[in-house]
């Protein structure tokens, strides 16, 4: 079994920057990739960014530009950094991975950005 533990979300001011955590019970080295994905008040679930076990990254439209993810094997841990955030960047974030075939997702952090 996996459990992904997303943290670091909460009120942020517009232009401010986030930094957001995904700590997993097993050495992300087991997961050929991760993945970040959003979902905003009133929309389908959106892709934010994904991440493979090499290192090879890609990012939804939505965000592009404004966003970069990465892994630390030593911590366990996918981040999101998330910059020049926007209203409508308010959303619940959520963390999946793949393990053995299978697609593991956190509970989500709420993110707001609001002054």
């Known amino acids: 079994q996996v459990h992904l533990v997303e943290s670091g979300g909460g009120l942020v001011q517009p232009g401010k920057s986030l930094r957001l955590s995904c700590r997993s019970s097993?050495?992300?080295?087991?997961?050929?990739?991760m993945a970040w994905y959003r979902r905003v008040p009133g929309k389908e679930r959106e892709l934010v960014a994904t991440?493979?076990?090499?290192?090879?990254?890609n990012y939804g439209d939505s965000m592009r530009g404004r966003v970069s993810v990465s892994r630390d094997n030593a911590e366990n841990t996918m981040y999101l950094q998330m910059n020049s955030l926007k209203p409508e960047d308010t959303a619940v974030y959520y963390c999946?991975?793949?393990?053995?075939?299978?697609?593991?997702w956190g509970q989500g952090t709420q993110v707001t950005v609001s002054s």
């Open positions: 991440i493979t076990i090499g290192g090879d990254t």
């Open positions: 097993r050495n992300v080295d087991n997961f050929p990739s």
């Open positions: 999946n991975a793949d393990f053995q075939y299978r697609l593991f």
